[in-house]
C-alpha cells in the first residue's frame, strides 16, 4: 500500500506520490491503472515527489500520463507539487526550484494570512521557438504559420515549446470547436515525433483569452499551465495580445505574464482532493 494524495489545478486533477524515501517499480502502469476514473482514483495521471541528484534544485518532479507515458513538464502539476511540498513540511523555503525533465523550474509559494498555500507563481522559462527543439518536423515552415491537413479541412497552427510541445490553433467561436474530433488527429500527427498537446484560442481582446486543450497522452482536460503559457505566447507572437494576459480555462483562469527576461510566469490556484492509500 502507498499513500497519496490527489490534487488538482483548475480541474486538471493528478495523484501524487511522495518517493523521497520509497521507489516504485511499472511506474506507467501504475498511472493508467491510478487515472482510471472508473476503476483507480480518477485524475488525468500520476505524479511523483522524488530527491533531487542536481545541486541546484530542490525536489524533482516526474510526470505520468494517463496513457502511461513521461511528459517533460505541467504547470498545473508543478504548482500542485509546491503545495504539496508546504503542506507536508517537506521544505519551509517559499521560493523552491524544481527539477523536471523540461529543466530546473523556479517557484514561488503565496501564503495567506492564516499560513495557507492556495496560490503559487511559476517561472516557466523562456518559450522556445526553434523547431528541433519543440520538436516538429518541418524545419522550413514559420513556427507561426503551419498549415495541416486536419481529417478534410487545413487548419494553420502557431508551434511553441513550453519544455513540451505544444500546436496553437485561433479560432472564432470556441464553443463550436470539436475538441474530441480535432485533438487526436493533431496530436498524432507524423509531423510532431514526440505527439503535441493542442491548444485551441479564441481572442477576447488584448488582455484575455479563451482557451480549450486536448492534452497529449490524456485528452481534453478543464486546463493545462504550460498550454496556457504557450496560447498566451503565441497569442503574443501573432500579434492578439499584450505581455499580461488572463488566460480563461474551461476549468478557470491563470495569470501569464511575458516578462522583461523573456521568462513566462504563470500565477494560479491549487488545491487538495483527498488522500488515501494505493494498493500497487
Not at 491503472?33 to 530527491?51: M, N, Q, W, Y
Not at 496556457?228 to 480555462?249: F, H, K, P, Q, R
Amino acid at each position: 500500500m502507498v499513500d497519496f494524495t490527489k490534487m488538482t489545478g483548475l480541474g486538471n486533477d493528478y495523484i501524487y506520490v511522495n518517493c523521497i524515501n520509497n521507489n516504485l517499480k511499472n511506474i506507467p502502469d501504475l498511472a493508467r491503472k491510478v487515472s482510471d476514473r472508473h476503476f483507480g482514483v480518477g485524475a488525468d495521471g500520476l505524479i511523483l515527489i522524488e530527491k533531487s541528484e542536481n545541486a541546484n534544485s530542490d525536489f524533482k518532479m516526474r510526470i505520468f500520463n494517463s496513457d502511461g507515458s513521461e511528459a517533460e513538464m505541467c504547470g498545473n502539476g508543478i504548482r500542485c507539487l509546491a503545495k504539496y511540498i508546504h503542506d507536508n513540511n517537506l521544505s519551509n523555503n517559499d521560493k523552491l526550484s524544481i527539477e523536471t525533465l523540461a529543466g530546473i523550474k523556479k517557484v514561488k509559494l503565496i501564503e495567506d494570512n492564516e499560513g495557507s498555500c492556495n496560490e503559487i507563481i511559476v517561472d516557466m522559462g523562456e518559450p522556445i521557438f526553434q523547431d528541433k527543439n519543440i520538436p516538429y518536423n518541418v524545419y522550413e515552415a514559420f513556427n507561426k504559420d503551419l498549415d495541416l491537413d486536419v481529417g478534410k479541412e487545413k487548419m494553420r497552427f502557431t508551434v511553441v515549446s513550453m519544455g513540451n510541445p505544444h500546436a496553437i490553433t485561433f479560432v472564432e467561436d470556441l464553443d463550436n470547436i470539436d475538441i474530441e474530433k480535432y485533438g487526436p488527429i493533431i496530436e498524432n500527427n507524423p509531423i510532431f515525433p514526440n505527439r503535441t498537446n493542442v491548444e485551441f484560442v479564441q481572442i477576447i481582446d488584448k488582455n484575455n483569452i479563451k482557451v480549450k486543450v486536448w492534452e497529449r497522452g490524456v485528452g481534453e482536460t478543464l486546463a493545462c499551465g504550460t498550454g496556457a503559457c504557450a496560447a498566451m505566447v503565441a497569442s503574443g507572437i501573432n500579434g492578439y495580445t499584450d505581455e499580461n494576459v488572463t488566460v480563461n480555462l474551461p476549468g478557470g483562469k491563470l495569470e501569464i505574464e511575458w516578462g522583461k527576461d523573456n521568462h513566462i510566469y504563470m500565477q494560479g490556484p491549487a488545491s487538495t482532493v483527498c488522500t488515501g492509500k494505493i494498493d500497487i
